[in-house]
């Protein structure tokens, strides 16, 4: 009896998404916002011939939020991914996840606000509920993969699949899915990663005719009606406004604040002591003192930046010194610097050029130098000064 091994498949016999059978017998669920982004995503799809099954999380209900126009994941949006559903023909689920919303994201956010840190929830929420309890419900449903609409490319390694930057430098929201895992990354598919710019994303739209393809943008975090962070946390954490006092470096007292939650590292104007001579700037938040430590700009300077829960997607393994670009705010662009693996799951970062107003609680982004591949990231802690 001859044995035939069947030989691997070729890139021209495979789909769209990477697998070596028709689009239709593909099931892909697409997590859709009620955003122009994931409506895209779904309906090309589905236009492609793939099983595409719509899934929307409800993440929360602050009754005023249902009418909130740019707020995704509330009533307004649930209703514009619904009916991108039933233009193109496709199931679409609605999963109540506020509590887990909450348990996952909003607490910690609360928490780590009066902290004295500057946490970024859309982070935790890709992290804990988006690409981990919502994948599981993909699984659930027999997908082959989950596809999202964020602006970053999953491409075919030598060795597994990476993860890259987005075509267009503007849209990346690489900083935000650094700890995708390399179990998740295989499971994922982001369709828009390539396109050139936002209004190639809104043309395809207009092309479906979908009514989406006006929609603005989300601006602010999703909870957090207008960008007040204070009012949300103080209703969250009733006391968390304290008054408190304002000092220099060396403890004295220069005048009072409205609580420690109005402030941020690096923040300049506001505090309420002007003509005290050079420029003065929020260089520490001590929320167990109530204090708010300001100081010359040169206080912010920072090379060495300790980072905890890392995810590593590189080839190499986690140890030694690595050289890497690194972003610490997402508005920023990547710096050179050096990696030191302290563990599987902290590490030390020097930059290159001090960096001012490095913040607890944000996201340091590895990528591979000369190259648009992410290799993960983690969580800036304590902030340590530039050596003297």
């Not at 559903?85 to 780590?112: C, Q, T, W």
């Not at 009066?114 to 982070?123: E, K, S």
């Not at 420029?279 to 010359?296: F, H, I, Q």
Request: aromatic residues 6%; charged residues 25%; proline residues 6%.
């Amino acid at each position: 009896m001859t044995l035939h091994h069947r030989a691997p498949a070729r890139a021209s016999d495979l789909n769209s998404l990477g697998f070596a059978k028709p689009p239709a017998q593909t099931r892909v669920v697409v997590a859709m916002s009620g955003g122009v982004d994931s409506s895209v995503v779904a309906a090309k799809l589905k236009a492609e011939g793939y099983d595409v099954i719509g899934v929307t999380l409800q993440l929360y209900d602050h009754g005023a939020a249902l009418a909130k126009k740019g707020a995704c994941c509330a009533g307004q949006d649930i209703h514009d991914a619904r009916r991108v559903a039933e233009r193109m023909g496709f199931p679409h689920y609605v999963l109540d996840y506020e509590n887990k919303f909450r348990e996952s994201v909003i607490d910690e956010f609360a928490d780590a606000y009066l902290a004295g840190a500057t946490p970024v929830p859309c982070i935790r929420c890709n992290e804990r509920v988006k690409f981990r309890d919502l994948l599981e419900t993909a699984r659930d449903l027999d997908a082959d993969c989950m596809a999202t609409g964020h602006y970053i490319q999953r491409k075919d390694g030598d060795s597994r699949a990476e993860l890259h930057m987005a075509a267009d430098p503007n849209r990346d929201q690489s900083y935000f899915l650094f700890s995708t895992t390399q179990e998740q990354l295989d499971f994922l598919r982001f369709p828009l990663g390539h396109l050139a710019s936002k209004a190639e994303t809104r043309a395809l739209a207009a092309e479906y005719g979908l009514a989406v393809a006006d929609k603005p943008d989300s601006q602010d975090i999703c909870f957090v009606p207008n960008g007040d962070y204070a009012a949300v946390i103080e209703k969250l954490r009733p006391g968390a406004a304290d008054p408190g006092e304002i000092v220099d470096m060396e403890g004295n007292v220069l005048g009072r604040h409205r609580g420690v939650i109005h402030y941020t590292i690096g923040q300049r104007r506001g505090l309420g002591i002007g003509g005290l001579g050079d420029p003065l700037y929020v260089v520490r938040l001590d929320p167990d003192l109530r204090r708010v430590v300001v100081g010359p700009k040169a206080a912010l300077a920072t090379t060495i930046v300790p980072i905890s829960e890392v995810n590593w997607l590189g080839d190499q393994p986690f140890a030694g010194e690595i050289p890497v670009m690194v972003r610490i705010r997402s508005t920023r662009p990547p710096r050179p610097a050096i990696l030191r693996p302290i563990d599987a799951t902290r590490a030390e970062v020097e930059l290159l050029d001090a960096e001012e107003g490095v913040s607890p609680g944000q996201a340091c982004v590895f990528y591979e130098p000369d190259s648009t591949r992410v290799l993960g990231g983690g969580w800036i802690t304590l902030r340590r000064r530039k050596a003297a």
